[in-house]
Nanobody, 117 residues
Framework: QVQLVESGGGLVQPGGSLRLSCAAS????????MGWYRQAPGKQRDMVAT???????NYADSVRGRFTISRDNAKNTVYLQMNSLKPEDTAIYYC???????????WGQGTQVTVSS
């Protein structure tokens, strides 16, 4: 059973930084594509960033240049470094993983990020 446990969310002022972490278990982590999605109140869940097993990354246009996704295969952990945060980044952030592009994503429980002064 795959488990994903996020941490690192919280309240931050505009322009600030946060780093989210997601610890994974129950799968061969190095083979999985990992990702972060987010969902703001009343909106759909959108992709923020993904990273493949070999380190290829993809970002939403809204976060490119501000957010960085990375992974540590030795620790079975994926990170999301978020800089220059804006109020519109406020959302619940979900860690996700899948093995192949045609398999469904598995989800963590989410962590709240609030950007407000």
């Amino acid at each position: 059973q795959v488990q994903l446990v996020e941490s690192g969310g919280g309240l931050v002022q505009p322009g600030g930084s946060l780093r989210l972490s997601c610890a994974a278990s129950g799968s061969i982590f190095s083979l999985d594509t990992m990702g972060w999605y987010r969902q703001a109140p009343g909106k759909q869940r959108d992709m923020v960033a993904t990273i493949t097993g070999d380190g290829s990354t993809n970002y939403a246009d809204s976060v490119r240049g501000r957010f960085t996704i990375s992974r540590d295969n030795a620790k079975n952990t994926v990170y999301l470094q978020m800089n220059s945060l804006k109020p519109e980044d406020t959302a619940i952030y979900y860690c996700t993983r899948r093995r192949f592009s045609f398999t469904p994503w598995s989800w963590g429980q989410g962590t709240q990020v609030t950007v407000s002064s």
